[in-house]
């Protein structure tokens, strides 16, 4: 078993290579995965923020005109007249979008839990009521309405609603029970797939920035292999990087502690990245 305290490990006598390695990625193993997963985290609600101000700035002063239609040119079925039942089903989608994402970074915030665990509680209870509205609404939406892309996109994001109601059931349940490291991994997997539609346009304005253009999807109908690809990615993806990260915390491996937060360091500039390019092409023009 490895020892900080062991002279070997802290290099005053030579120790084999592997060795001292292992005594570095004893020593900032923890602290380096702490940093990095707290580094994605401010990086993701900043830009879950811009997605925010967006939705306020373009959806909600629009709305706030009258000028319903205004939303029919980025959502081809925002805004039908005489369907009073359908648009206050988008009203409401748009509206709580601001509720989840603000909520749910709240919710997230160790400072905020420490100082003030009755808001955790409240804020928790409507942030759970907003998403399950969100994804069932979200489902009317795409069945009922008719949305962007093909049918695999409406079946993963289908899926994404699937997951958001299991899950928040998940750590509701587990928060009841007082089982407060379940209820954490549950709520950070409910954070994730929450924001499965917020990663969904990072990972495509990245995507479009780097190739230069619209590669592995047609931009008119809005489908193609790599749309597909990405409609599943946008939960697949978060959840996995999030069952490593939480294996590395609980494990006993400072190496592999180093080797995620190196990962994770790394997606935080990916998706700092993202962030720039949506909010680039999509959001701040809108505004
Ligand atoms: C819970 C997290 C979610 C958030 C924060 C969210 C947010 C949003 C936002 C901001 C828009 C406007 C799109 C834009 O201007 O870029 C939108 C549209 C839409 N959302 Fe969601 N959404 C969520 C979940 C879902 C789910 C789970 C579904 C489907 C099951 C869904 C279905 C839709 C549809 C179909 C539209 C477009 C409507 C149209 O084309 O007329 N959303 N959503």
């Given at each position: 078993m490895?020892?900080?305290s062991?002279p070997?490990l802290q290099?005053?006598?030579r120790?084999?290579?592997g060795?001292?390695l292992g005594g570095f990625?004893?020593?900032?193993g ?8 707290t ?7 900043l830009g879950?923020l811009?997605?925010?101000a967006?939705?306020?700035g373009?959806?909600?002063?629009a ?5 319903f239609?205004a939303w029919?040119k980025?959502?081809p079925h925002?805004y039908?007249?005489g ?15 601001t509720?989840v ?9 160790p400072?905020?839990r420490r100082?003030?665990p009755?808001?955790h509680?409240w804020n928790?209870?409507i942030y759970?009521?907003?998403v ?5 609404g ?6 009922t309405?008719?949305?962007v892309?093909?049918l695999s996109?409406?079946v ?5 609603a699937?997951l958001?109601?299991a ?14 490291d379940l209820?954490r991994?549950w709520?950070?997997?409910?954070f994730l797939?929450?924001?499965g539609v917020?990663f969904f346009?990072i990972?495509?304005m ?8 619209p590669v592995?999807?047609?931009?008119k109908t809005f489908?193609?292999p790599?749309l ?9 993806l978060?959840?996995?990087?999030l ?11 400072s190496l592999?502690?180093v080797a995620?937060a190196?990962g994770?360091?790394?997606l935080?500039?990916l998706t ?5 390019a949506?909010?680039m092409i ?5 505004l």
């Open positions: 490895t020892n900080a062991s070997v290099g005053s006598l120790a084999p290579p060795v001292a990625a004893d020593r900032i923890a602290p380096a995965l702490k940093a990095a997963a580094s994605w985290f401010v990086v993701a609600v879950q811009l997605f925010v967006y939705v306020i373009f959806y909600g002063r709305a706030l005109q009258g000028r239609e029919n980025v959502l925002g039908v007249a369907d009073t039942f359908g648009n206050l089903v988008v009203s409401l989608h748009l509206a709580f979008a509720v994402i603000v909520g749910g970074a709240l919710q997230l915030m400072a905020v100082v003030a009755a808001f509680r928790g209870r759970l009521a907003s399950l509205l969100m994804s069932v979200g489902l009317v939406m795409v069945w309405r008719g949305t892309g093909d996109q409406h993963a994001i289908s899926i994404n699937l958001i109601i899950f928040a059931g998940m750590a509701f349940r587990h928060a009841l029970a007082r089982r407060i209820h991994r709520a950070l997997r409910l797939v929450v924001g917020w346009r990972g495509l990245a995507w479009i920035v780097v190739n230069r253009g592995g999807f047609d931009p489908a193609g790599f597909t690809f990405l409609a599943f990615a946008q939960y697949v978060p959840l996995a990087v069952e490593l990260y939480l294996r590395a915390q609980a494990g006993r491996g592999q502690r995620v190196g994770l360091f790394a935080t500039l700092a990245g993202g962030i720039v949506a909010s999509m959001w701040l023009p809108r």
